[in-house]
């Protein structure tokens, strides 16, 4: 029996990976004719060890991400998918992306890109699609790959 996927959630954070994961959750969504929910999470834990914190800079990156995700939906939107729709949410994205979206949203699929961390980073506070993956309440499919299949060139080590 072949599962038809009714509302996927696909998490972008701006890294190649989540963008690869959006177009891949385009194509999905169309296939299954189902709801794509773009959600990008801010995460405001990274903002508290900053001392001079103020309202401007969660501000700013709410409107930057305004932006993308409206460039995401007209993307889907060219690309042939019409109920398609995003959120921006605030906290820890592990949680969000593995329990709390999945149960308000009556989510069925969630897709995200692999990690761009390295192996010491990932030890010291783990990969959110690694936490995802073995924390959602429904399936996950982690991409590696773009539309072709084709898995995607590494980063040299001057970009990490």
């Given at each position: 029996?072949?599962?038809?996927?009714?509302?996927?959630?696909?998490?972008?954070?701006?890294?190649?990976?989540?963008?690869?994961?959006?177009?891949?959750?385009?194509?999905?969504?169309?296939?299954?004719?189902?709801?794509?929910?773009?959600?990008?999470?801010?995460?405001?834990?990274?903002?508290?060890?900053?001392?001079?914190?103020?309202?401007?800079?969660?501000?700013?990156?709410?409107?930057?991400?305004?932006?993308?995700?409206?460039?995401?939906?007209?993307?889907?939107?060219?690309?042939?998918?019409?109920?398609?729709?995003?959120?921006?949410?605030?906290?820890?994205?592990?949680?969000?992306?593995?329990?709390?979206?999945?149960?308000?949203?009556?989510?069925?699929?969630?897709?995200?890109?692999?990690?761009?961390?390295?192996?010491?980073?990932?030890?010291?506070?783990?990969?959110?699609?690694?936490?995802?993956?073995?924390h959602a309440l429904c399936d996950v499919l982690i991409v590696r790959?773009?539309?072709?299949?084709?898995?995607?060139?590494?980063?040299?080590?001057?970009?990490?």
């Amino acid at each position: 029996m072949l599962k038809q996927y009714s509302k996927i959630l696909v998490a972008v954070d701006g890294s190649r990976e989540s963008e690869l994961a959006f177009k891949k959750a385009v194509e999905v969504a169309k296939r299954n004719e189902a709801e794509l929910l773009i959600s990008h999470i801010i995460d405001v834990r990274a903002f508290q060890s900053i001392s001079s914190f103020d309202e401007t800079l969660a501000d700013e990156a709410t409107a930057i991400a305004k932006e993308t995700l409206n460039d995401y939906i007209t993307y889907a939107n060219e690309h042939g998918l019409e109920n398609v729709s995003y959120s921006i949410e605030y906290g820890s994205p592990k949680p969000l992306l593995s329990k709390q979206l999945p149960e308000e949203r009556k989510i069925d699929l969630i897709m995200m890109g692999a990690t761009g961390l390295n192996a010491v980073e990932r030890i010291l506070i783990g990969s959110v699609s690694s936490y995802v993956s073995r924390h959602a309440l429904c399936d996950v499919l982690i991409v590696r790959t773009d539309l072709d299949n084709r898995t995607l060139p590494q980063k040299k080590k001057e970009e990490e």
